[in-house]
Nanobody, 124 residues
């Protein structure tokens, strides 16, 4: 079983930045693809970004492309989401997730493990 713990959320003004971290409990993390998703109140959980196990390929939702960057440090068993130029519409609970398949995917049901999430609030 893999446990994921997100951190780094908080309150920021529009135009600001935050960096989210997702720490995994198992060394095998390095063979898993990892994604970030977000869910605003009353809405479905949406794909944000994903990265292959090697870090060689990344995939972004159109709404965050050019503003967010996903990366990973397999030596630290951690995946990051750098969020720049934040907008009020980025406000949501952010979750990281991992899938045993090493390739990226934007579908929530393709992911095997989920963290508890961290709140990101962007004020206007």
């Amino acid at each position: 079983q893999v446990q994921l713990v997100e951190s780094g959320g908080g309150l920021v003004q529009a135009g600001g930045s935050l960096r989210l971290s997702c720490a995994a409990s198992r060394r095998t993390f390095s063979r898993y693809a990892t994604g970030w998703f977000r869910q605003a109140p009353g809405k479905e959980r949406d794909f944000v970004a994903a990265i292959t196990w090697s870090g060689g390929y990344t995939y972004y939702a159109e709404s965050v492309k050019g503003r967010f960057t996903i990366s990973r440090d397999n030596a630290m068993d951690t995946v990051y989401l750098q969020m720049n130029s934040l907008k009020p519409e980025d406000t949501a609970f952010y979750y990281c997730a991992m899938r045993r398949d090493g390739s990226v995917d934007r579908r929530t049901n393709e992911y095997d493990y989920w963290g508890q999430g961290t709140q990101v609030t962007v004020s206007s």
